[in-house]
């Protein structure tokens, strides 16, 4: 009895959070510097806490096939010091203020974040504003890093079991396009690169400009702009051109298969499937049917691969969206015995299923359900707020998608996840790399 009160209790609670969470719209006000710096400002002072980000419309598809992984590595160099920050004392500065800071990158964007107490508000746009326009990179910084991100990826994509995945799945999908290398970019082109290369490459990109600025959380507007005037306005506008790729993927010709062999245990299967952007009517469609196909051990790859047949220990299926065409990701581990042609064709029976019979009412329902869940989660912190409000400025040339954005996904309807399903997951729209254990 107890258990089944405190399971309504707790059912009451997360519906009571949702139900205001969905009448809650996030109030901003926006404007630009004349140096161009976007601006976009949420209050919120239900907490004293703010989060202070920058967005540079810069990622590893603005780099030369010669040159992976600048923008990466510029992420790496924007922690190294500037004139007035000594080198390696930015994170210090922000842990011993009470806040976290980090940083991450994208093929399209690179995004840098402090959160902190409010009353350290100035703190953080004097750092932002310190990296824009003083940043120190020098031979020391150069080499530092160089080591670190060589070793980043030595941990996190060489020497790790399944790691080379993403990589390999993007090498294979893509020959013209820049999205054919990931941002961590090449050890051989990280060694070449020179000092000036570096210097080049943030004086071009790391402008504002290119730059969007949110401030979300317990701030007072009036005052916020001072500071913002204060840090920022006299920053120059940046000069030199900016690379925008305007690189059609030509389609695929029919599927392409490849077998890789890494240091694991178990078989792996992973299928690719060519996609629109982000932003696209079918992204959203594509994005809910996900929900059915991998959504939680209900749903239709799990219970069927993974429970009843038991050919796999882990199906996932997840859409990659990006600013151009991107693509959308299956994959499986096969459990102990079972081969990956075997688990190829049990995922490859449920894509088919989807495809011929559609999908039921009620799995339609429960993936509307989870995709409002989704997106009023996405809101529910400061600092996601921030990253959402940059995102929809930047990639949809309208941050009022951060309370509207839902509105398409609850457009979609039974007959478009069909549709998707059909339009893209064909075997002639994809990449198949089966992953075998290297004593195979």
Known sequence: MKFKQLWFLTALLLFTFMLSAQQRKIAFEEYDLKNGLHVILHQDNSTPVVAVTVTYHVGSKNERADRTGFAHFMEHLMFEGSENIPRGEYFKIVQNAGGQVNAYTSQDKTHYYELLPSNQLELALWMESE????????????????????????????????????????????????FNWLPIGSVQY?????????????????????????????????????????????????????????????????????????????????????????????????????????????SRMYKAIVDDAQKGLAVFSFPFPLADPGLYLVFGIANMGVEAGDLERAIDEQIKIVINEGISEREFQKTKNMQEASFITSNARMSSIADNLAEYHIFYGDAGLINTEIDRYMKVTRDDLNRVAKQYLREDNRVVLHYLPKSQ
């Open 131 to 178: 990296r824009m326009l003083h940043l120190v990179i020098d031979s020391v910084g150069v080499e530092t890093q160089r080591s670190v991100v060589k070793e980043e990826r030595s941990q996190s994509y060489d020497n790790r079991p399944y790691g080379s995945i993403i990589e390999e799945v993007f090498k294979h999908a893509y020959t013209k396009h820049p």
């Open 190 to 298: 990280i060694d070449q690169a020179q000092l000036k290369e570096f210097q080049d490459f943030h004086k071009t990109y790391y402008v504002p400009n290119n730059a969007v600025l949110v401030i979300a959380g317990d701030i007072d507007v009036k005052a916020t702009r001072k500071l913002i005037e204060k840090y920022f306005a006299d920053i120059p506008k940046g000069k030199a051109e900016l690379y925008r790729p305007q690189i059609v993927e030509p389609p695929l010709q029919g599927e392409i298969r490849d077998i890789v062999y890494d240091n694991i245990q178990l078989p792996a299967v992973i299928q690719a499937y060519r996609i629109p952007e982000k932003g696209h009517p079918d992204s959203y469609a594509l994005e809910m049917l996900t929900n059915i196909l991998s959504g939680g051990e209900s």
